[in-house]
C-alpha cells in the first residue's frame, strides 16, 4: 500500500510539471500578450528561416502558447480577434501542432492542445527534409462548410501573425506550402471536407 501510494504521487508529480491536463492533453501557459518589440520593428525582422539554419531547437511551452494566441487569440476584451475573420465569426481554421510527442489539435477556447495520437509525424508532414527537422511543425486546417477562399485568406493572416510574434520571440519560422496531404489527412484524423492549407516550421537556431 505504501509502495501504490507513493507511485501515485509520483505520477500526480509529473503531471505538475509537464503542464498536462487530462489524459495526454498539454494544458498551454497562459500566453504573453504584452511587450517586446514595436510593430515596425519585427516587421524589419522578419524573415524566413534558411534551409541552412535547420535542424531547429525546441521551444518552450510558454512561447508556443503565445505563437498561438497570435494567430487565434481574442482581443479586444473579447469582442474581436487578432486576425480578420470573414462576418466576424469565431476562428474557422484548425491549427494541428506536430511534435516529437505526438499529433495535437489546438483548442483556442481553452488554450489547450488536445492529443490526436502519439506519433511523430513530423518528417512524413511533407517531403522537404527541413519539415522533420523542426522544433514544432504547425498544420492550418480549412474547415468543411467555410469558403476555401475565406480559410485561405484566414490561414495567411494567422500565418503572418505568427511570423511576427516569432520575430519578437526571437524564433525562427517558415512558411511551406508543400504538404503530404494524404498522410496529414490520415494522421489528423480529418473530415473528408476539411484540408490542410500549409505548414509552419518552427525553432531556435
Not at 505504501?2 to 507511485?7: D, M, N, P, V, Y
Not at 481554421?93 to 489546438?106: A, H, Q, S
Request: aromatic content about 8%; proline content about 4%; hydrophobic content about 40%.
Amino acid at each position: 500500500m505504501r509502495t501504490f501510494g507513493k507511485t501515485c504521487l509520483g505520477l500526480l508529480a509529473a503531471l505538475a510539471l509537464t503542464g498536462t491536463a487530462t489524459g495526454a492533453d498539454i494544458a498551454l501557459p497562459a500566453p504573453a500578450t504584452q511587450g517586446g518589440e514595436g510593430i515596425f520593428t519585427v516587421l524589419n525582422a522578419r524573415h524566413s528561416a534558411l534551409p541552412s539554419d535547420f535542424p531547429l531547437k525546441s521551444i518552450t511551452m510558454q512561447e508556443l502558447s503565445s505563437l498561438l494566441w497570435a494567430a487565434t487569440g481574442q482581443n479586444r476584451n473579447g469582442n474581436g480577434w487578432t486576425v480578420p475573420f470573414a462576418m466576424h465569426r469565431a476562428p474557422y481554421n484548425t491549427i494541428y501542432v506536430l511534435m516529437d510527442t505526438g499529433v495535437y489539435r489546438y483548442d483556442w477556447q481553452k488554450n489547450l492542445l488536445e492529443e490526436i495520437s502519439r506519433q511523430d509525424i513530423r518528417s512524413e508532414a511533407g517531403p522537404q527534409r527541413i519539415v522533420g527537422e523542426s522544433s514544432v511543425v504547425l498544420v492550418f486546417v480549412g474547415q468543411g462548410g467555410t469558403k476555401k477562399a475565406y480559410a485561405d485568406i484566414a490561414a495567411g493572416a494567422m500565418t503572418q501573425n505568427i511570423y511576427l510574434a516569432a520575430a519578437s520571440l526571437g524564433i525562427e519560422g517558415r512558411f511551406v506550402i508543400t504538404m503530404n496531404e494524404n498522410v496529414l489527412r490520415q494522421e489528423l484524423k480529418l473530415e473528408t471536407e476539411a484540408y490542410p492549407v500549409n505548414l509552419m516550421l518552427l525553432g531556435k537556431k
